[in-house]
């Protein structure tokens, strides 16, 4: 069974910075999309950025403050999350398909998910 594992979360002061990992189980083939969404309370989930098997990625929300990398040696896909401010604060989670190479930043899309960890900015 394939599992998505995410770490990382925590508490951070605006305009720092942290570094996010989901850990990918269970799945060893070549056809998958990845991305990171996040849910605030009383808000709807809503896709960061995604990346697809070759390493291209899309950002859709605020760019340049998020950076998302994998790593297929240890299966791992992370995001780097840069300058934060309190509206930053939700759950992340890490998402995957696993029967398609690309992926759009549509909840509908992603039929894998993580549990969430949680990000909190504040002072």
């Known amino acids: 069974q394939v599992q998505l594992v995410e770490s990382g979360g925590g508490l951070v002061q605006p305009g720092g910075s942290l570094r996010l990992s989901c850990a990918i189980s269970?799945?060893?083939?070549?056809?998958?999309?990845l991305a990171w969404f996040r849910q605030a309370p009383g808000k709807e989930r809503e896709g960061i950025v995604g990346?697809?098997?070759?390493?291209?990625y899309t950002e859709w929300v605020e760019r340049g403050r998020f950076a998302i990398s994998k790593d297929d040696a240890k299966n791992t896909v992370d995001l780097q999350m840069n300058s934060l401010k309190p509206d930053d604060t939700a759950m992340y989670y890490c998402?995957?398909?696993?029967?398609?190479?690309?992926?759009?930043?549509?909840?509908?899309?992603?039929?894998?998910w993580g549990r969430g960890t949680q990000v909190t900015v504040s002072s």
């Open positions: 998402a995957a398909n696993f029967e398609r190479r690309y992926c759009g930043g549509a909840v509908w899309e992603y039929t894998t």
């Open positions: 269970g799945y060893s083939g070549s056809r998958y999309c």
């Open positions: 990346i697809d098997i070759r390493g291209g």
